[in-house]
């Protein structure tokens, strides 16, 4: 069990459109899930942290208005990167956390992944 | 602040050898947990191994085990009789006293036949 899709795998999308991205847990809700962001060959670096029915939590450095992330229900977390320009080109991925799991031994279970090209 | 460090960039390994991934974290909390996670080129991140900071032994699953030196703040994986399927990259990260997850930079492993 612990499967999250992540959808869309690709999406290539013109300069000032917006682009929206789900995130489910299939098998599982999911309390919080968490968008993370890579560039090629380098590391996953944490954008913010999505709660179910409250607002997200953002790192610094990360503008709240340009990616806006929607938890509305307990299997299902959206980002959407609004008026997308080419530096915005990324993988975007998610994660999503059991509800009700232990922190600190509770792997995150991740999406494939979203490879987002701004032309 | 809680930072993971992977100083080895990319690694070759010849087939049915062994491999040690190093890790290195520093936190001041005493309660924390180190996990490994493979991505493959296809780009999915897939779960292999966890260290709890209280853990009295080496975690260990299949061919993966962790060697957790916790004075030395180290948490390196090893890969044992290495698989062409191995080929991928592998980050080390760390949990602290909330859900996220902290990455290091990643090390590329790429088995050779």
């Known amino acids: 069990g612990a499967v999250v899709s992540q959808h869309p795998s690709r999406v290539i999308c013109k300069s000032g459109t917006s682009v929206k991205i789900e995130c489910r847990s299939l098998?599982?809700?999911?309390?919080?899930m968490f968008w993370y962001r890579q560039f090629p060959k380098q590391s996953l670096m944490l954008m913010a942290t999505?709660?179910?029915?409250?607002?997200?939590?953002?790192e610094q450095g990360v503008e709240k208005d340009k990616f806006l992330i929607n938890h509305a229900s307990l299997t299902l977390s959206t980002l959407t990167v609004t008026s997308a320009h080419p530096e915005d080109s990324s993988f975007y991925i998610c994660?999503?956390?059991?509800?009700?799991?232990?922190?600190?031994?509770?792997?995150?279970?991740f999406g494939n992944g979203t490879r987002l090209t701004v032309t | 602040a809680q930072k993971i460090t992977q100083t080895q960039p990319g690694m070759f390994v010849q087939e049915k050898e062994a491999v040690t991934l190093d890790c290195t974290y520093d936190?001041?909390?005493?309660?924390?947990?180190l996990f490994w996670y493979k991505q493959p080129s296809s780009g999915e991140m897939i779960f292999l191994i966890y260290?709890?900071?209280?853990?009295?032994q080496n975690a260990t699953e299949g061919r993966y085990s962790l060697n957790f030196q916790k004075a030395r703040k180290s948490a390196n994986l090893v890969i044992s009789a290495s698989q062409l399927g191995d080929s991928a990259m592998y980050f080390c990260?760390?949990?602290?006293?909330?859900?996220?997850?902290?990455f290091g930079a990643g090390t590329t492993v790429t088995v050779r036949a």
């Open positions: 994660s999503a956390r059991k509800a009700g799991r232990r922190s600190y031994n509770s792997p995150l279970h």
């Open positions: 098998d599982f809700q999911a309390t919080t």
């Open positions: 999505s709660n179910e029915g409250s607002k997200a939590t953002y």
């Open positions: 936190t001041s909390d005493p309660s924390y947990g």
């Open positions: 260290q709890g900071s209280y853990d009295q």
């Open positions: 990260a760390m949990r602290v006293n909330d859900y996220k997850l902290s």
